[in-house]
Structure formats: structure tokens, C-alpha cells
T-cell receptor
């Protein structure tokens, strides 16, 4: 089946630093990737939709200058949390779309900002 | 407004017992409905997917049902195991981004 990986699986950083999270589709080409954020005991919240070679589409309330998304190839999308603060601590999950009806989720990245 | 409501919020059952999780949705138009299992600290893993014309679908000990008329779905887990402890999320696709339920937190105890 389709496999999506994320790296790193967890990261701890100091407040004010930037953190990059990678999302890769390992055995298929994904024209669309999605970035989600999940707080403890809450459901996934879509942050942005990323299409290869074009600018990401951000959901309402998500700061595009804070959460930089790059989708440079059909198998790689990156999310950079810039000038991270403790309130950015969360579980970030990406998914990759194989068809319009299917999304495969990555294992998630736990970000802790001290 | 497109919404997905799940019940119960949490559930504790003894190992070996069966349980049923509920999902009601108002997403329209409807494309498909998926049940995901999410272990703590992990990404969601798809259990079943059903389209409008499908009433039931099984995946091992997991059986999902769908009533597109009443916009209800259920996930039945048979002979639960300790490893079934996780959050189960109902996700509905229409013609907009996926609509996620808040999940049911299942704890299976010995």
C-alpha cells in the first residue's frame, strides 16, 4: 500500500528558532499533500493544501508566513515553523493524495517548543 | 455546515468484548466515509472506506456500516484486543476538504 513518511518523528527546539518537517510519499507520486495539526485529544485540523510546483492554499486562521510550505517535487513537501513559540507545540501530520478520493497519512511529528 | 459527530467520546471495555462506535454526519454532497484508527502519537491508519452505494464493509474484526439515507455510520469491533486501544476517527469526504470527527477514544482493558 501507499506509504507516507515524516521526518523527524519528534523535535524539541528553543523558542524563536525555526523547525522544518519533511513529508515524503515513498512509493507513489502525490500531486497534492496536506498538512494537519492536532492538539491533545482533539481531531485533526487542516492547515494547508500543497500542490506540487505551486503555492500552498492555507485554511482560514493559519498564518502563511508562520507556517511555510514548500512542495518541490511529487514526493516531497516540507513545513517550516518559523520563529517557533511554545503555543506552536503540537502534533503535525501530513497526508499525500494518490487520487481525489484517497489520502494516506504520515506517522506525524511531535513538536515541542521550550 | 458540514459536520461529523462521533459517539461516545470515550469507551472502556474488557478484552474479548465487542463494541460499536457511532458516526453521524451532515456533509453534503457525500463522496465517501472512512474510519481510521489512530494510536497515540501516530498518524491515522485507514480501516475501511465506503461509498454511497455500500452498506457494510469488513476488515478483519472491524465491520463498518453506512446508512446514506440517515447519514449514519457505525464501526463494530469484534472480540476486542488490548491493541485495539486507540482513537477511532470517522472522516467524511464531500466536495470540500475532508471533514473529521473528533474521534472515540477506546480503551481495552484486561
Amino acid at each position: 500500500g501507499a506509504v507516507v513518511s515524516q521526518h523527524p518523528s519528534r523535535v524539541i527546539c528553543k523558542s524563536g528558532t525555526s523547525v522544518k518537517i519533511e513529508c515524503r510519499s515513498l512509493d507513489f507520486q502525490a500531486t497534492t499533500m496536506f498538512w494537519y495539526r492536532q492538539f491533545p485529544k482533539k481531531s485533526l485540523m487542516l492547515m494547508a493544501t500543497s500542490n506540487e510546483g505551486s503555492k500552498a492554499t492555507y485554511e482560514q486562521g493559519v498564518e502563511k508566513d508562520k507556517f511555510l510550505i514548500n512542495h518541490a517535487s511529487l514526493t516531497l513537501s516540507t513545513l517550516t515553523v518559523t520563529s517557533a513559540h511554545p503555543e506552536d507545540s503540537s502534533f503535525y501530520i501530513c497526508s499525500a493524495s494518490l487520487t481525489s478520493d484517497t489520502q494516506y497519512f504520515g506517522p506525524g511529528t511531535r513538536l515541542t517548543v521550550l | 455546515k458540514n459536520q461529523v459527530e462521533q459517539s461516545p467520546q470515550s469507551l472502556i471495555i474488557l478484552e474479548g468484548k465487542n463494541c460499536t462506535l457511532q458516526c453521524n454526519y451532515t456533509v453534503s454532497p457525500f463522496s465517501n466515509l472512512r474510519w481510521y484508527k489512530q494510536d497515540t502519537g501516530r498518524g491515522p491508519v485507514s480501516l475501511t472506506i465506503m461509498t454511497f452505494s455500500e452498506n457494510t464493509k469488513s476488515n478483519g474484526r472491524y465491520t463498518a456500516t453506512l446508512d446514506a439515507d440517515t447519514k449514519q455510520s457505525s464501526l463494530h469491533i469484534t472480540a476486542s484486543q488490548l491493541s485495539d486501544s486507540a482513537s477511532y476517527i470517522c472522516v467524511v469526504k464531500g466536495n470540500t476538504p475532508l471533514v473529521f470527527g473528533k474521534g472515540t477514544r477506546l480503551s481495552v482493558i484486561a
